[in-house]
């Protein structure tokens, strides 16, 4: 049998008609029969050795396959099934079922789209047919009335919480000394006085030389020589005036009162310029306006000198070290006038001055707010060996802010 299935990797040649099929040379010579082919016998177990005297077995012949033999005619039988052969028709096992003639599909043409409505609400056109529907009026002034209601009460209420508790009227009846307030020795918090002191501050800015700024200052005598050494010019235009945000405050401090005009300069510099009166005329506090004390913050920064008088922003810090114990001092930071030299300041907790610094940091203690930076002179002295380059004793607090009295 033959297969027309073809495999690439079969190199064997194909079988031809010519091939001898009956070659049997490879076969040995007994088993070459010119009537057929003999197969070998069938393997057996080897059997033991037969006992002596006991007849060989008879050898069986292998089967035999005749080649030649001629095929058998086939024998009629009674009993085959008879064939029936249908002459190319269809054999229904069911009844077909009537079917009519064709008829051609009817077409439905398509209709326009449109919004459905409910039958039971379309309603024919009117006099009012798109307008808007009316509210009765008395439903609007109902409604008005209702929310000036609501806000009346909502009101009465707030107004009702934010009034404090009244006291018994054995506690609200006290006895209140009258204060005593301090004539401002012609200052005003508005009026020719800030005029003044604008126009007085310009002339000072465009000032260029130390000759000119001497009958703008205060203590003109006594500050010559340091004017003539430490005097800088703020370099303004020639036509420059103190802007109108410019802050105008009038303050009093032991029995004298100045004024303050703060603001920024043309380079967006800050500064707070002092203002007091010297008999009848108005006069810059010079040393107050820069910042000026006795000691520099340059030098008190890398330790030199033997401190003195400072002008300074404090506040307070829990800056602390080994020579420096949070158990024996408190910390203070002290930052120049000009913001760019920092120094810190320890005060020991049992001198005058621990206690005066404190008192002037009560008021932010106390209602749990970050205390601010307070502008105050100070004297300092040198701090304990071992301390750093800007470590600094505060021996004493001479004022708060920085004009003197």
């Given at each position: 049998?033959?297969?027309?299935?073809?495999?690439?990797?079969?190199?064997v040649?194909?079988?031809?008609?010519?091939?001898?099929?009956?070659?049997?040379?490879?076969?040995?010579?007994?088993?070459?029969?010119?009537?057929?082919?003999?197969?070998?016998?069938?393997?057996?177990q080897?059997?033991?050795?037969?006992?002596t005297?006991?007849p060989?077995?008879?050898?069986?012949?292998?089967?035999?396959?005749?080649?030649?033999?001629?095929?058998?005619?086939?024998?009629?039988?009674?009993?085959?099934?008879?064939v029936?052969?249908?002459?190319?028709?269809?054999?229904?096992?069911?009844?077909?079922?009537?079917?009519?003639?064709?008829?051609?599909?009817?077409?439905?043409?398509?209709?326009?789209?449109?919004?459905?409505?409910?039958?039971?609400?379309?309603?024919?056109e009117?006099?009012?047919?798109?307008?808007?529907?009316?509210?009765?009026?008395?439903?609007?002034?109902?409604?008005?009335?209702?929310?000036?209601?609501?806000?009346?009460?909502?009101?009465?209420?707030?107004?009702?919480?934010?009034m404090?508790?009244?006291k018994?009227?054995?506690?609200?009846?006290e006895?209140?000394?009258?204060?005593?307030?301090?004539?401002?020795?012609?200052f005003?918090?508005?009026?020719?006085?800030?005029?003044?002191?604008?126009?007085?501050?310009?002339?000072?800015?465009?000032?260029?030389?130390?000759?000119?700024?001497?009958?703008?200052?205060?203590?003109a005598?006594?500050?010559?020589?340091?004017?003539?050494?430490?005097?800088?010019?703020?370099?303004?235009?020639?036509?420059?005036?103190?802007?109108?945000?410019a802050?105008?405050?009038?303050?009093?401090?032991?029995?004298?009162?100045?004024g303050?005009?703060?603001?920024?300069?043309?380079?967006?510099?800050p500064?707070?310029?002092?203002?007091?009166?010297?008999g009848?005329?108005l006069?810059?506090?010079?040393?107050?306006?820069?910042?000026?004390?006795?000691?520099?913050?340059?030098?008190?920064?890398?330790?030199?000198g033997?401190?003195?008088?400072?002008?300074?922003?404090?506040?307070?810090?829990?800056?602390?070290?080994?020579?420096?114990?949070?158990?024996e001092?408190?910390?203070?930071?002290?930052?120049?006038?000009?913001?760019?030299?920092?120094?810190?300041?320890?005060?020991?907790?049992?001198?005058?001055?621990?206690?005066?610094?404190?008192?002037?940091?009560?008021?932010?203690?106390?209602?749990?707010?970050?205390?601010?930076?307070?502008?105050?002179?100070?004297?300092?002295?040198p701090?304990?060996?071992?301390a750093?380059?800007?470590?600094?004793?505060?021996?004493?607090?001479?004022?708060?802010?920085?004009?003197?009295?």
């Amino acid at each position: 049998m033959s297969s027309n299935l073809h495999d690439p990797n079969n190199h064997v040649p194909p079988v031809a008609a010519s091939d001898m099929w009956d070659d049997g040379d490879p076969l040995p010579h007994q088993t070459r029969d010119p009537g057929g082919v003999v197969l070998p016998r069938r393997r057996q177990q080897s059997a033991p050795a037969a006992a002596t005297g006991t007849p060989p077995q008879m050898e069986l012949p292998g089967l035999r396959i005749n080649v030649q033999a001629a095929a058998r005619q086939a024998v009629a039988n009674a009993a085959a099934v008879p064939v029936k052969e249908y002459g190319g028709e269809v054999v229904r096992l069911k009844q077909a079922v009537a079917e009519g003639p064709f008829q051609a599909e009817q077409v439905i043409a398509p209709q326009a789209l449109g919004v459905w409505q409910d039958p039971r609400k379309l309603q024919g056109e009117s006099t009012h047919w798109g307008t808007a529907r009316q509210h009765p009026l008395r439903w609007l002034l109902l409604a008005g009335v209702g929310v000036g209601a609501v806000v009346v009460a909502a009101l009465a209420t707030h107004e009702l919480l934010l009034m404090p508790k009244f006291k018994p009227l054995s506690e609200s009846l006290e006895l209140v000394e009258e204060a005593k307030i301090e004539q401002m020795q012609g200052f005003e918090l508005d009026g020719p006085c800030e005029e003044n002191a604008r126009s007085l501050l310009a002339a000072y800015a465009m000032t260029s030389s130390p000759e000119a700024v001497l009958p703008l200052i205060r203590d003109a005598q006594r500050l010559t020589r340091r004017l003539t050494q430490d005097w800088q010019p703020w370099q303004v235009p020639a036509d420059w005036l103190p802007a109108r945000g410019a802050t105008w405050q009038v303050s009093a401090a032991d029995g004298r009162s100045y004024g303050c005009l703060s603001g920024r300069k043309p380079n967006f510099a800050p500064y707070r310029a002092f203002f007091v009166r010297e008999g009848e005329a108005l006069r810059i506090d010079w040393e107050a306006t820069e910042g000026l004390g006795e000691a520099t913050f340059a030098m008190l920064a890398r330790g030199r000198g033997e401190g003195g008088v400072i002008r300074t922003y404090t506040t307070p810090e829990n800056f602390y070290s080994l020579v420096f114990p949070e158990s024996e001092f408190r910390s203070y930071k002290l930052l120049a006038a000009d913001h760019e030299h920092i120094v810190w300041g320890y005060v020991p907790l049992d001198t005058p001055a621990a206690t005066m610094l404190l008192k002037a940091f009560e008021a932010a203690t106390n209602d749990g707010l970050p205390p601010t930076e307070q502008a105050m002179i100070l004297r300092l002295t040198p701090p304990p060996t071992g301390a750093q380059k800007n470590q600094w004793i505060i021996g004493e607090m001479l004022h708060i802010d920085w004009v003197l009295p």
